[in-house]
């Protein structure tokens, strides 16, 4: 099963992530949790940016050498990290996989959010006005690289075995799109799923334009990280239908252009009244 997964997994991740696209775009059209007027004339917009950033972010990773695999290949190449210096049992292996790189990515999203200079970028992914499949995608490609950096140094310190990172890779890259999707599960579904996973409704929560909700709900895999840390904030279904979505002062059709998002992590935003202070980042 090792060797069937370092074979094929990154080929499974892929087929995972554009699979989930799929059933959810298909979803999100027949039976939408949000239909308001907006969420259907800003689609095509939206779509079209969102996908080019989504390119553009798979030619500039893959020019650079921040794989996660090439990591771990050394780190066991050389005996170095915790679990090589151990004979680790397979399932125990995975399970601190699953476990540290959750919770890595929990605690980046977390600083994203808190160090000013990291929002810059990740603002883009919160400035959609609508969330959908599509907001899986739209990250800014700095905030990728810059990322990849404590994931890399986490595999190689702890030793995190490559067959076991491609195992959370493909959970990862299917629950992404699932807690971005437009979709309403229901009610005691999500209940039981939340316990573990993070949610689409759970995920919209973090979407909010609220500043408090925006800083909550910071996992990306799994819920039990906001639960441990003080973070998770639910909210009704009743109060899920009416949260703003994205950010305050990002409102305008324009400045969803895809060269407009690109350059935003320098430009100051700017309402209709004048200039506007992001409440993240001291401008």
């Not at 650079?64 to 066991?76: E, N, R, V």
């Not at 883009?124 to 950096?149: C, G, K, Q, Y």
């Not at 140094?153 to 195992?167: D, K, Q, R, Y």
Request: hydrophobic residues 50%; charged residues 15%.
């Amino acid at each position: 099963m090792i060797e069937w997964i370092l074979v094929n997994g990154e080929d499974l991740q892929f087929a995972v992530f554009f699979g989930a696209l799929l059933v959810f775009g298909m979803l999100e059209a027949r039976a939408p949790a949000q239909t308001s007027a907006r969420v259907q004339t800003a689609r095509r917009l939206r779509w079209t940016h969102n996908f080019t950033l989504t390119a553009l972010n798979i030619v500039a990773l893959g020019a650079l050498p921040l794989s996660g695999l090439i990591a771990a290949a050394y780190a066991d190449s050389r005996s170095i990290g915790l679990l090589n210096e151990y004979a680790t049992p397979a399932w125990l292996a995975l399970l601190a996989t699953l476990l540290a790189r959750s919770f890595v990515s929990y605690i980046i999203h977390l600083c994203n959010h808190h160090i000013p200079l990291l929002w810059r970028f990740h603002r883009v992914h919160h400035s959609d006005p609508v969330l959908d499949i599509s907001t899986t995608v739209r990250f800014h490609p700095a905030e990728l690289a810059v990322s990849a950096l404590p994931v890399l140094a986490t595999i190689v310190a702890l030793g995190l075995p490559a067959w076991a990172l491609l195992v959370y890779e493909i959970l990862d890259a299917g629950v992404n799109v699932f807690t971005h999707a437009n979709v309403r599960l229901p009610d005691r579904l999500n209940r039981l799923l939340c316990y573990v996973f993070v949610t689409p409704a759970m995920h919209r929560v973090h979407h909010s334009s609220r500043m408090l909700e925006t800083n909550s709900n910071f996992g990306a895999v799994f819920s039990f990280w906001d639960r441990l840390c003080g973070t998770y904030v639910s909210r009704t279904p009743s109060e899920l239908a009416e949260l703003p979505i994205g950010l305050e002062y990002w409102d305008e059709d324009w400045r969803q252009s895809f060269w407009w998002l690109l350059g935003s992590p320098v430009w100051t935003p700017v309402a209709k009244s004048g200039p506007l202070v992001d409440r993240k980042v001291s401008l």
